[in-house]
């Protein structure tokens, strides 16, 4: 999973198994999360994201799961393919008296094994 | 324009001299941030408009970074007497309120 820290942590799963990254966030005043894959070469793609009044979302062959009380998140892929294989970011959003800000997690890559 | 755009795509340029880096952001988006990638690893954040004002520049690493937005819009990032440490993607990217923020595609920097 993600961490503080200037290297990438690294997953690597079978294709067709199911992918888990998470995201330990810091600031209890975070309301809005978002997750972003980055493949080689290109700038973050918005995958999915939560707001701090759910615990659950899905979207297609990806879910989002937030626990407020440890203050994690994670993304899990169903059936990994491929294409998975990218770098994935989490993204807090926290707005204050000068507007909204985004702090990112350092990212983990995924490398799906064929 | 219907996404947010940065240019140069790829800027080669020797230590010491100076770099300017440029970034459309998506219209209408009021806050705009800057943020630096090594190879292998994470973003870095650099800095954060909101309007044309940067409330939070606490990431520039040095006083040879310095980034201004004129008009609500676009953005230069200036990097003075460029090192070979400065070699980094340098992406951009905005949003309208708390809503996605979207991405360029990213400034590859390479001093040599």
């Known amino acids: 999973g993600e961490s503080v820290g200037l290297h990438l942590p690294t997953l690597s799963v079978q294709e067709g198994d199911n992918s888990i990254i998470n995201c330990a966030y810091s600031?209890?005043?975070?309301?809005?999360f978002i997750w972003y894959k980055q493949e080689s070469g290109k700038g973050p793609q918005f995958i999915i994201d939560?707001?701090?009044?759910?615990d659950k979302r899905q979207g297609q062959r990806v879910t989002v799961l937030l626990n407020k009380t440890v203050k994690h998140l994670s993304l899990q892929i169903a059936a990994t393919q491929p294409g998975d294989s990218a770098v994935y970011f989490c993204a807090e959003n926290i707005q204050s008296g000068t507007g909204n800000q985004f702090y990112f997690g350092t990212g983990t890559s995924l490398t799906v094994i064929p | 324009g219907a996404g947010v755009s940065q240019s140069p795509s790829n800027k080669v340029t020797e230590k010491g001299k100076d770099v300017e880096l440029r970034c459309d952001p998506i219209?209408?988006?009021?806050?705009l941030y800057w943020y630096r990638q090594s190879l292998g690893q994470g973003l870095e954040f650099l800095i954060y408009f909101q309007g044309n004002s940067a409330p939070d520049k606490s990431g520039l690493p040095s006083d040879r970074f310095s980034a201004e937005r004129t008009g609500g819009s676009v953005s230069t990032l200036t990097i003075q007497r460029t090192q070979q440490e400065d070699s980094a993607v340098y992406l951009c990217?905005?949003?309208?309120?708390?809503?996605?923020?979207?991405f360029g595609q990213g400034t590859r920097l390479t001093v040599v």
């Open positions: 939560i707001r701090s009044n759910m």
């Open positions: 600031n209890s005043a975070s309301d809005y």
């Open positions: 990217a905005s949003s309208l309120g708390p809503q996605v923020s979207v």
């Open positions: 219209s209408g988006h009021t806050a």
